[in-house]
C-alpha cells in the first residue's frame, strides 16, 4: 500500500482556504545522458569495498573530479560540506582501496589549499567506467553537490544523503521508480526520511517518485503522465506488446482543424502554456487518444474515507486553487497539476477518485471529457469562489465535437 498522504509532513499541507501555488519548475540539471553518467557514478561507488555511507559520500564527490585524469582536488572545505560522521574514517577507508590522499584534506581552514586525490584506476589509460568527456563530468560533478545540499538532504545524516543521491540519478517526479537494486544496504532504512522531509513525493512496494520540488535533479527525463496522456515516447509499448497511442503530427494537427474555435482555442492555450511545458504528445493524447478505465478498488475507497477525514476543507481549497491557477496558466489545471498544487501525496488511483468525487459534490466542474477544463463548480460559487466573467463564459462553451 502507498504512503497515505496524511502520513506527509505539515509543513507540505496546503494552507486552508488559500490558493496554493505550484512550486516553481527549475530547469533539469542533466540531460539524459548525463543522468546515465551520474548513474554509472552511483554503480561505481556501490562496487568499492567501503565500510558505510561516510567514505561513499567523499568517494563520490571525488570519484567523478578524477574521472578525466586519475586525480581530483578536493578542498577541506568540499569535505566539510559533507558533514560526515567520521571524516578520518572516511579518508581512511579511501586509503584502505588504494586511493592516495594526505590528511591535509581534513584542514578546515578556508585558506587552505586543495588536496591531491590520486584514484589510480581512474587513470587516464584505464577502461573505467565514469565519464571522461569534459563537460558531462562538470555537469555531474555539480548535480552532486547540487543534490547534496538540496533544503530536504541537507541536514540530514550521510546515509539519507547517499540514498538522495540514488534516487535522484534512477528517478523522475513523474513516474514511480523501482528503488535501485546497487542501493548500499545501510542506506534502506533511511528512505522514509526522505518521504518526511519532502525529497520523495512517494514511497512505496512498488517504488518511489520524486518530490516536484526537487524534480530538477532527476536524471532520468521521462515526462511527467497528466490526465489521460501517458506522457511517454510515442513508440513506447503497452504490456501487451501493441501500441496505446502513436502521435503523428499531421494526424494531431488534423484533429484540431476539426474542432470548433473555442476548443481549439483551449488546446492551443494549454499546447503554448509557458508555465506547463507540456510535449506536443501529452496534449495530443490527452485530447485525442482513448480514455482510460475510472475503476476504483476496494483499498482506495478504503484510504479515500481516511484521506477525506484528513482534509475537512478540501472543496473550498480545491475550488481556489482553480482560480489562482486560471490567472496564472490561461487554463484549467489537469488532475495531476491539482494533486501536485494542493501537496496531495496519493497514488493516481486515489488522486483521481478525489477529483471525482469534488466534481459530483459540485466543488469543481469540468467540460465533459475535455482535459484542463477543471473550474469551481456550483458548491464554490456560492461562497465567493468563481473565475472572472469571461474566462467562465469561454470554458463553458467548450464542446469536444
Known sequence: MRTP?????????????????????LPFLLTQGQGEAARRLMSYVASLPLPGPDAQLLAAVSAIRAARGGVANVTGADLAAL???????AVNALRDVGWQLAD?????????PPTRVTVPELAPENDHP??????TRSRVSGWTARTLSAKPLKKLPPAARLAGLYLAAHGTSGLLTPVPADLPAACRPALPSLLEKGFLAELSGEGYRLDPRVGHLAGVRVPAPDDGAAARD??????????KFQFDADTWAAWKDTAGPALRQHVESVENCAL????????????SGPSRPQNVSEPTLILYEEWKEAHPD???QAAAFTVDFRARHGHGPSYRQLGKG????????????IVRCLVQDAWLMGTGTVPWTLRPGPAAQEQGITLPRARGAQSTALSPS
Not at 591535509?104 to 587552505?112: C, G, R
Not at 510515442?234 to 501500441?243: C, E, I, L, N
Not at 494542493?342 to 477518485?353: A, D, I, N, P, T
Open 5 to 25: 498522504a496524511s502520513n506527509a509532513s505539515p509543513s507540505h499541507a496546503p494552507q486552508s482556504g488559500a490558493p496554493v501555488r505550484e512550486p516553481e519548475q
Open 83 to 89: 558533514r560526515l560522521t567520521d571524516p578520518h574514517q
Open 104 to 112: 591535509t584534506v581534513l584542514d578546515s581552514d578556508p585558506a587552505a
Open 130 to 135: 565514469l565519464p571522461r568527456a569534459k563537460l
Open 234 to 243: 510515442p513508440s513506447a509499448t503497452g504490456a501487451a506488446g501493441t501500441r
Open 276 to 287: 506547463c511545458r507540456l510535449r506536443p504528445f501529452a496534449v495530443a493524447e490527452a485530447f
Open 314 to 316: 478540501l472543496g473550498p
Open 342 to 353: 494542493m501537496g496531495w501525496k496519493v497514488s493516481r488511483e486515489l488522486r483521481g477518485y
